[in-house]
């Protein structure tokens, strides 16, 4: 079950249940980057979370985006789910580095942002005010509010290894089934993948990634749309680095790079 994201349903199809172990994903993404153990904790959350929530994307061009400004205007996370399994999840640098208690981010002015976006039904965003430190009440809490749909999160880590489970009720589940299925993935929190087969069968299995369509061509194509004058400053800078917004990864273009940019634009200038 590595890498993937399985989506499974109760013998008797009243409750949905979405399960990943992300343990290998994780150090694929920016979790080598965090440099505290609060940080490190925080990641590991919210992109098993981020994990989970590819299940809700039935079209490769639908894509979900979360942004979360906690209190601290310096601390903030991008997350960006996609059709194909392509999950990825960004902190500030100051967030990265924060190594205090997170619950202390939370307050007035913190709140979670989160757009879907297709082509059949064009953008759709919904906002809620971070009233908890924990992300999965958070967001637990947003689908309650904005969706009407009563979404439970677990993410379990421990010995190295990070899993995720999201619990779904339909309409029709009897809260004493939903209480008994909680405490069971609580129970066997460790082996959690295995406990729910042994009541649920699997319906759908999806292929999890942190691969980005990220190039660097297409880097110089914004760099083409700077003012001569500031590629030259760069050139003389010894360079420019630039980052792409979704994966995070880091293209460096050398003076003699962007010296070629510059002939490049002034041919048609």
């Known amino acids: 079950m590595k890498n993937r994201l399985l989506k499974l349903m109760t013998k008797n199809q009243d ?107 064009g953008k759709v965003t919904g906002t809620i005010a971070l009233s908890s430190h924990s992300f999965e009440q958070c967001l637990s809490d947003y689908y309650r509010q904005s969706e009407q749909t009563e979404t439970i999160f677990i993410v379990y880590v421990n010995s190295g290894r990070v899993q995720g489970c999201m619990i779904q009720p339909l309409p029709f589940a009897l809260r004493e089934a939903v209480k008994a299925v909680e405490n069971s993935v609580a129970f066997y929190r460790e082996t959690i993948g295995e406990a729910l087969l042994s009541f649920c069968d699997v319906v759908e299995e999806y292929t999890l990634s942190t691969d980005c369509k990220c190039r660097k061509e297409m880097f110089a194509g914004a760099l083409l749309s700077l003012e001569t004058e500031e590629l030259r400053k760069s050139a003389e800078n010894s360079g420019e680095e630039l980052v792409c917004g979704i994966c995070g990864k880091k293209y460096l273009f050398t003076a003699k790079e962007i010296e070629t940019i510059i002939k490049v634009k002034e041919q048609y200038e």
């Open 15 to 121: 409750i949905r249940f979405y399960y990943a172990d992300v343990t290998d994903i994780s150090k694929e993404s920016c979790f080598p980057e965090m440099k505290t153990d609060a940080a490190k904790e925080l990641y590991q959350k919210i992109f098993t979370i981020c994990c989970l929530m590819r299940g809700f994307l039935e079209q490769e061009d639908q894509r979900i985006k979360i942004f979360v400004q906690y209190e601290r205007k310096e601390c903030y996370v991008n997350c960006n789910i996609d059709g194909e399994g392509r999950v990825h999840c960004l902190f500030s640098e100051e967030l990265a580095s924060f190594d205090g208690d997170i619950s202390s981010l939370t307050g007035t002015g913190a709140y979670l942002s989160l757009t879907k976006i297709s082509r059949m039904e």
